[in-house]
């Protein structure tokens, strides 16, 4: 097993530590929802809680685990159930449509980390996006990300929004059931189910959003996949945790970037691998630009998810969207600072 620099971990999240104060309110937990931690793109949270950067933060944080799609997520949140969600930036916009505000004060992937998927069965009919006409797109939830991104692809390939349809097929060994049984002709999915599916020769790719540059290439601009965001409400009275946060945050994002694909697997717990850590290794040596290195917005990244958007939601096409109320970049900007001066 490779050798982890823990003293440089320790260094550097000490070195946070004087950015804040060392305690919050005391006995103060707080809840962060996710869609499966299992998932290649919660890799950041849950090297959050293995490296101990919440703790170096004085914050005493607990992940909910809750079904496979951000939606769920999502749900927590506006219902008060958690303070925070790790799910993807696009809510904060399809949210605010509907008169609902959260705010993103980490991001934590610079693209979606997902990937359109084609049974082979189908594969010698479905070759692009315009094959897929007439027929059933698989995606973890209707109203999430992958809904969004698979009808966003389908426009681009020249379909027109009744010409397919969208059914919730989750992630893991549900979706990949529904592809392989034909429920499906095609679908949306992160990895381990992406990679596990070609290299079983379950399914061929169509689309690839696993890194920054794929995504470009697919959808003709950036599109930020999971973020850490909050409702405003709390982040008003919490302006020192939303820091504390973003500072635990910056910290382990920026060990990835630091670290091979092998030294980060070992601190993966073993199930994730889901019987093939070789896989675990590729797939996450080959995508993991899809992390952003230190929790900032991609540059314009806002604006093209708008773009996305609006598209296809009326909702979001007929309302006045303030971006500056979905992303407050102040918490990042001020917790990378002090990432790149502790080096």
């Not at 925070?84 to 959260?102: C, N, R, W």
């Not at 094959?131 to 681009?156: I, Q």
């Not at 635990?248 to 092998?262: D, E, M, S």
Request: include cysteine; charged fraction near 15%.
């Amino acid at each position: 097993m490779p050798r982890l620099n823990f003293r440089w971990i320790f260094m550097l999240v000490s070195a946070l530590c004087l950015a804040a104060p060392a305690v919050g309110h005391a006995g103060d937990k707080i809840l962060i929802a996710a869609s499966g931690l299992a998932k290649q793109i919660h890799l950041p949270d849950v090297l959050c809680e293995k490296l101990g950067t919440f703790k170096q933060q004085g914050l005493d944080v607990e992940f909910v685990n809750i079904g496979n799609s951000g939606v769920n997520a999502e749900n927590q949140l506006i219902a008060g159930v958690v303070q925070g969600a790790s799910s993807s930036y696009d809510h904060t916009i399809d949210l605010q449509s509907k008169g609902k505000y959260i705010t993103t004060i980490v991001q934590i992937m610079a693209a979606p980390g997902e990937a359109e998927l084609v049974p082979t069965r189908f594969a010698d009919q479905i070759k692009t996006f315009a094959d897929l006409k007439g027929h059933t797109l698989g995606v973890s939830g209707l109203g999430g990300m992958t809904d969004y991104l698979s009808r966003t692809l389908a426009l681009r390939g020249g379909l027109s929004a009744n010409e397919v349809s969208l059914l919730g097929i989750g992630a893991d060994s549900t979706f990949i059931a529904a592809m392989v049984q034909g429920q499906v002709q095609a679908g949306m999915v992160t990895d381990l189910t992406v990679s596990r599916m070609l290299s079983a020769h379950q399914a061929v790719l169509l689309s690839d959003l696993r890194t920054p540059a794929t995504t470009l290439a697919a959808l003709g601009a950036p599109y930020p996949g999971d973020s850490l965001y909050v409702s405003e409400a709390w982040l008003k009275a919490h302006k020192d945790d939303a820091q504390k946060l973003a500072n635990a945050y910056a910290v382990t994002l920026k060990w990835i970037a630091a670290h091979t694909a092998q030294e980060i697997t070992a601190m993966v717990p073993s199930d994730y691998y889901e019987g093939n850590r070789a896989l675990y290794v590729a797939a996450l040596a080959q995508n993991k630009s899809m992390f952003t290195p230190d929790g900032r917005m991609p540059d314009g990244a806002p604006q093209a998810v708008l773009k996305v958007l609006a598209a296809f939601n009326p909702t979001v096409a007929g309302k006045q969207i303030d971006l500056t109320r979905t992303y407050d970049p102040s918490f990042a900007d001020l917790a990378a600072r002090t990432v790149a001066a502790s080096n």
